[in-house]
Each structure stands twice: as C-alpha cells, then as structure tokens.
C-alpha cells in the first residue's frame, strides 16, 4: 500500500502543487483588475487538467498493483502460506491491466449516476464494491456478480460496506484537511523558495502516509466482505479462494 497507493498519490500531489497556476493569476488579477482573464488562461487549465486525469489514470494502474498484490499477500497469509513483498508484485502486476479496467469503467458508471441527484451514484458504489475481488477471485462478469451478491444479502452487505466507506472517508477527510492547511502556511506559491518547497513536500509527504490506514481498511474490508458473500453462496474454504487467485 506504501508503495502503490501512498507514494503515488503523493508524487501526484507535488506535481499538482507546482503547476497550480492560481497564485500567478490572483498577482495578474490584482495588477489589472479590469482584465476578464489572466493571459494564458485557456493554455494553463488545460495543462493542468491533462496534468491531473493522466497522473490519476496512471495511479490508478500502480493502484490496481497495489490492490491486486495486497489481495494476494492477505489470502496466502489466510491460507499459512508465504507471501513475500517481490511474489505479490509480480502477481499483481500480472493481473494489473484487468482490475484497472474494470475499476476505470465501474468508476464512469458511479460518476453517471452521480450527476443524477448523487443518490443513484452512492447506490452504484454500494453495488459495484464487490466488483474488484470478483474479478481476481473468479474473472468472470465482475458488475453483474457484484450487483448478485449486494441485492442477495441487502442488509448485510450494505452494513459492511457503509463502515469500509465511513472509515475510508473519515481516514482520507483528515489527512486532505491536513495537507491544505499545512501547504497554505507555506504562501500562494510555494515553490518559490527552496525552504518553503521542502517544507510543502514533507507535509504532503506525511499527510500521504497518514492516510495509509484508509487505503488498508478500503482493501481489508472488501476483501473479507466479498469472502463472506461466497460463503453464504456455497461452501468455501481460504485454500479454494488462494487457488482462485492463481
């Protein structure tokens, strides 16, 4: 998670801190307060706009590493099997490509049903949660499995996914808060000086690292969810799961 969730994220938000052009169009602003925009406006969003989705299309792959290799590590040790650091790389890796596209397109779907009064989105995040563990365990139809076993076991389901969500939004709130005001302390452009740059990049490199616990009980919670699904479906055992994952 350190390396795949945590690092990445972090490298992302330097990059978007030192190409943040708000500082220098608030300086434009104030010099002439009668121009519509600041000159180069159009040229500069856009940079940061492709800046921001590529980073996070490219996080979203090492994040799907991470969640492939953490899902690996958990099951083996589940199992009393080893799970060394470089094995669960290599099968995440493995298996990589797959979960980032299923990730990306259950993540256009929530988007779509967040633009229709948010309540349809947070219902398809509820129901696509189990989308991930779906396709490393058993590669098959990942949405429509997910959408089975939520509607299956309603009340259960949604009770263990709401306390990953909770922990999730409350261990990624505090973190973020924590990041903007401790970078706002170092001005409008904190790279400007090499001291206020270290200081910007070691505050989001600790807020990056505080937020590891959310990314944790993200992975844990719909892991052990999703196994206790399969065992209401059919008997299941941690040796059947560990030999699924291949």
Same mark, same amino acid.
């Given at each position: 998670?350190?390396?795949?969730?945590?690092?990445?994220?972090?490298?992302?938000?330097?990059?978007?801190?030192?190409?943040?052009?708000?500082?220098?169009?608030?300086?434009?602003?104030?010099?002439?307060?009668?121009?519509?925009?600041?000159?180069?406006?159009?040229?500069?969003?856009?940079?940061?706009?492709?800046?921001?989705?590529? /980073? &996070? %299309?490219?996080?979203? +792959?090492?994040?799907?590493?991470?969640? !492939?290799? $953490?899902? *690996?590590?958990? #099951?083996?040790?589940?199992?009393?099997?080893? /799970? &060394? %650091?470089?094995?669960? +790389?290599?099968?995440?890796?493995?298996? !990589?490509? $797959?979960? *980032?596209?299923? #990730?990306?397109?259950?993540?256009?779907?929530? /988007?779509?049903?967040?633009?229709?009064?948010?309540?349809?989105?947070?219902?398809?995040?509820?129901?696509?949660?189990?989308?991930?563990?779906?396709?490393?365990?058993?590669?098959?139809?990942?949405?429509?499995?997910?959408?089975?076993?939520?509607?299956?076991?309603?009340?259960?389901?949604?009770?263990?996914?709401?306390?990953?969500?909770?922990?999730?939004?409350?261990?990624?709130?505090?973190?973020?808060?924590?990041?903007?005001?401790?970078?706002?302390?170092?001005?409008?452009?904190?790279?400007?000086?090499?001291?206020?740059?270290?200081?910007?990049?070691?505050?989001?490199?600790?807020?990056?690292?505080?937020?590891?616990?959310?990314?944790?009980?993200?992975?844990?919670?719909?892991?052990?969810?999703?196994?206790?699904?399969?065992?209401?479906?059919?008997?299941?055992?941690?040796?059947?799961?560990?030999?699924?994952?291949?």
């Amino acid at each position: 998670m350190l390396l795949t969730q945590v690092l990445p994220a972090a490298v992302l938000s330097v990059i978007s801190l030192g190409l943040d052009p708000t500082a220098k169009w608030a300086a434009q602003a104030e010099a002439d307060p009668t121009a519509v925009l600041p000159d180069n406006f159009a040229a500069e969003l856009v940079s940061l706009i492709v800046v921001l989705v590529g /980073g &996070s %299309l490219l996080i979203g +792959l090492l994040q799907a590493v991470g969640w !492939a290799a $953490g899902s *690996w590590v958990i #099951t083996q040790q589940a199992a009393g099997r080893p /799970g &060394s %650091l470089e094995s669960a +790389l290599r099968y995440g890796l493995r298996r !990589a490509l $797959g979960l *980032w596209g299923w #990730t990306l397109l259950v993540s256009v779907i929530v /988007g779509v049903g967040l633009c229709f009064c948010v309540l349809p989105g947070i219902y398809l995040a509820f129901a696509l949660s189990m989308a991930g563990p779906v396709y490393l365990f058993e590669r098959r139809d990942p949405i429509g499995r997910s959408f089975g076993m939520f509607h299956a076991r309603l009340g259960l389901v949604l009770g263990r996914v709401a306390l990953v969500a909770l922990a999730v939004i409350v261990g990624s709130l505090i973190p973020g808060a924590l990041e903007g005001a401790g970078t706002s302390a170092f001005g409008t452009d904190p790279f400007a000086s090499p001291g206020a740059a270290t200081g910007a990049v070691a505050v989001i490199g600790v807020t990056a690292v505080l937020a590891l616990p959310a990314h944790l009980a993200q992975l844990i919670g719909l892991l052990v969810t999703y196994a206790e699904q399969r065992a209401h479906e059919a008997p299941v055992n941690t040796a059947g799961l560990a030999a699924e994952l291949g």
